[in-house]
């Protein structure tokens, strides 16, 4: 029951307040809700009769056409995409709603509007001007950007496809935006599937076709899919004797009148999993899985055509359903500037506050304390530059343009450059303290080569070229086949069946693996060949050509290789009615499948195989009696036509026939590393930074290849946790290795550690284990990891950032299987390598090797934190500089709300001293990327944050405050009485706003001076332009507002009068001078002694003095004449400088 009496009472305001407070948070969850909806998956099925989600999409082909169960409640456009953010309506308010999150841009509107109040009798117009003019140009950018999407968009919702008309009984042309579930489409080589499509029927009569998926996982190799059984034979053999435009019509006319009635399951982003079904004529339903489906974005190949029923269409289809924006990345330098932005912002307000206080206290002041405090709060708003993120922008794309032009990282064979996608990272290249490395691919060529293989008791090889002639392994292997060696002749005859290698017409091998392609050859290579791969009914003849004849292969199942298989089967059929199951995999699977122990030799040979680095697999083969291979078979097809649970029932029944095996052979395949690569990894860890490997390999292999790269070194003490039972196992071996000495001997060489998949899923459950982990990777400066899923590659990523937020990570890789490291790192970088572009769409930064990423890191990434360190240092400094004039005077004036400078001086503030900093600090260098190549040491300064910290920015601060004092003090005081100060109302163009446009001019030449000091190369000739630009045009700028251009006229003819005057002018020149003499004389003190100015704390060393004379003798160097190239041999040169150096040295320029 309510109360007679209200307990307290709530006046219109209070309700007026508590209202717009409530309809702000209503709005604000709007637009975020719409924002975050932007790739929300818009499934526009209708609901079922109980008002929950339809289970089930059903497609019945009927002679009418298609009907679709539930029914689709829009039909329009429902294959169209939309990637934009915004709409018409929704751009500027969704936009500004983006900007305003930054606290600062709250600020500035804030400003703009309290400038407008009539009272304070401010000049709004240039402060209301220059916010509007930033916020339109944000919105313009983000419009931009949105209609680049939008055209994107519109050229992928306007491609066209043949799609079957049933009135015509023909195929007419259709936009891709046009397309639904239940149209006939026809696809011809070369097409891409504009919905995820079920292939009814190929030009094959078996109905097998080949797509590329390069664009959905990444994977260049070709994929081989097939029609469902239940519709191929239906397919009538007569209409082989068609012409090839008559015969898919034909097909499709009859899919109709057959009632083809698809059952398709709610759709989800697993690409693999694809728990659909068909049946025909309302029987019984059958099976159908991805291996049915070509999905959006795949490309036909092989095939001369293939006629399917699109099924998922628009946001439903896989690819989009994984097509999610890459993560918003800040980089830690750009949250610290947040940070000191805030801490200025409330300086401001508190020194607004205090003026209003201190108001109080002074008879002569009459204005209320809510306008003082407004005063003074439009007063100071020069302090918070208004331009400051735009500027910060245009560095970071100066910066980007710069990396995409370097000719030190252009892939000769291609011409490609290297590509910064993301130039809002560029300085924490510069910061990086983990590397995260991909294997395959990133670190290896990804070209498999045959190197060994073990057969029975006898290990042959090496099959690999020496110079020009090939490899003794392969007539080691011919004579034993032509004495009859029947173990060599099954391995071989084993290699050459077991895979799913298509011929080209040209005759050359297309496999899903360069692992399988690699096999097939080595077995062309000693003459048991491949001839031909091709389809009878249900089953792949695999035509193979030996010494002894032809011999004809039927392959009726293929159990594919998956990540938690690690094994791959051929299951061929034998005349007598059994068969003989052919599977290769990975040692530590197929050990168990054998039927008894492996060999001693063949155990041998893994080792030795592995400690060369080499990649290994193992092959077993086992024959299954007639009624043991049937009952199997039933089972297989029960298990291919389940609803529920397909996958795992299918695996089930796969594993059931791999079992009992017979040892057959070892195989070595290696994967050669990239050039340069060892040199590379070897300078990232002289910098300091701490390299991990994250490769699917065994143990052995993994550390052998870490060897020859250079990651571990002989004298490193090695921390293995592998094996491990449990996570607190893991702790103690991690506590153990951490507690124990840091090398194996006096020679040095610090920790290395080795982990295992499963050890790395026990510590990742456990949180005493990852600190463990952390603290033992902290202390060490590699790792390798082994049998890692890539889910568990972006988890350790994770890891190190929960652990220490502030450590900033890179992530390398080439696959589709990296993205989701390369997209948890602070920096992605993808290389552009064989297994397509997947890592490249998703990364920040693009390279086409490897060892570009020593240009990356240790130039530009050192380069990039340097510039923009000192970029915003000096941006806060010089405005900070200038608001110390209002402080001071406000002190003078007894708080009397009046501002130091006539107001349109504080409006070319920021357009005069903003050119030159931009330009010659984004293009600022300190050494050759030669010298910083070779001393790797030099990178520490970013790592160490000790550019861009509290304390950097307090000693900015404090230098601001000189600066900004004197150079009003000194003017104001020695140019001015104490009468021509006071005097109220000022005289236009008087003494006091003479002697005021001669602070602001000392002001203007101190930051130009501090600028010419701070930068390491100001006699850049673009810096010198900027430079000259800003002076030249000061001044007629000045004299135009002494003439009366301003609206207002304070500085009427005082201009004129300051430059007329010979104490006016010496003051402008002299006590910058003065303010910048500290500076100067250090300068030359470190000129004189032959050492130029340090870059960040520390002392010198040997290294240092190493340095100058290599810059002596070179001359100064010039950043085009280094590279990676050259670093071959600078480890040895580096590396006798001391190991101290890259630990107590942070970053010295020598001249």
Known sequence: QASATPPFHIGPARVAYQHCKRVWRCGRRMVSSSISTKFSRRHSWAAAEDGQPATFLKIRLKRDGAVLTPERVSKQHANGIR????????????????????????????????????????????????????????????????????????????????????????????????????????????????????????????????????????????????????????????????????????????????????????????????????????????????????????????????????????????????????????SELERFLNNCVLIILAFLLACSFYFAVASRFVDEVTLPFYQIFLKYLVILYPVLPMTLYITFEIVHLIIGVQIEVDPLMKDEATGTNAQARNTSVVEELGQVDFVFSDKTGTLTANEMRFAYCCVGSATLGPFLPDGSLPGPGYEQAKAAIRSGNDDVRAFFDALAVCHTVKIDQDGTYQGESPDEVALVEAARSVGIELEARETAGSSVIHRVRSPWGVEDNEVTHVLGFTSDRKRMSVVCATKDGGAVVTTKGADSVMEGLCSGPLPSEAVRALGEFSRQGLRTLLVARRRVAPLDFAAWRARWDQASSAMEDRTAKIEAVAAAIEESLTFTGVTALEDRLQDRVPSTIAMLREAGIRVWVLTGDKVETAVEIAKSCQLIDSGMRLVEVVNATSSKDCTRMLREGLEGPPEKNKSGGGRGIVLDGSSVSYILEDKKARTALYELAVASSSCVCCRLSPLQKRELVELVRQENPTAITLAIGDGANDVPMIQGAHVGIGVRGKEGSAAVQACDMAVSEFSFLGNMVLCHGRKSYRRIATFLCFFIYKSVALGWSYIVYAHAMLFSGEGAYPQWLDVIWNPLTSCAVVLILASDIDVPDKVALQSPHLYAPGPERSLFNPRSFARWMVVATIHGILSWCVPVYWLTTEPERLERPLTEGGAFWQASFTAFSTVFMTVHLKLFMVAEKPLQWIGIVALVLELVLYLPIALGLGSGLAPSHELLGAPQKVFQSWRHVATIFVVPVLAVLPEILQAFICSYSGVRRRSGRGTGTEADRAVSRQLVHSGGGDSSDSGCGDSSDSGDSSQSDGDSSSEEHHGVCVC
Request: hydrophobic fraction near 40%; aromatic fraction near 8%; proline fraction near 5%.
């Open 83 to 330: 990637t934009t953010r915004f709409t018409a309506l929704t751009w500027l308010p969704k936009s500004l709603y983006l900007q305003f999150r930054r606290a600062a841009n709250i600020y500035f509107v804030s400003i703009a509007i309290v400038s407008t109040i009539p009272f304070l009798e401010a000049k709004w117009q240039p402060k209301v001007l220059t916010v509007v003019m930033i916020l339109v140009a944000q919105a313009l950018k983000d419009l931009y950007e949105d209609c680049k999407r939008r055209s994107d968009d519109q050229v992928e919702n306007t491609r066209l496809v043949r799609r079957f008309d049933r009135e015509t009984e023909s195929f007419e042309e259709a936009q891709w935006c046009d397309i639904d579930s239940g149209d006939l489409l026809l696809l011809e080589k070369g097409d891409a599937f504009p919905a995820d499509t079920m292939v009814c029927a190929s030009a094959d009569s078996t109905g097998t076709f080949y797509v590329a998926t390069k664009s959905i996982d990444g994977e260049t190799n070709l994929k081989e899919k097939f029609a469902p059984q239940a519709v191929g034979d239906l397919v009538d053999p007569k209409d082989d004797d068609k012409d090839e435009e008559g015969r898919p019509a034909a097909i499709a006319l009859r899919l109709f009148d057959i009632g083809l009635t698809i059952s398709l399951e709610t759709p989800h982003p697993s690409i693999m999993d694809m728990n659909c079904s068909l049946s025909v004529n309302k029987g019984v339903p059958s099976g159908v899985s991805n291996s049915n489906f070509g999905l959006r974005g795949c490309t036909l190949r092989n095939t001369k055509w293939v006629l399917g029923v699109a099924c998922y269409v628009g946001d439903d289809s896989k690819v989009r359903m994984n097509s999610f924006p890459p993560p918003s990345k800040n």
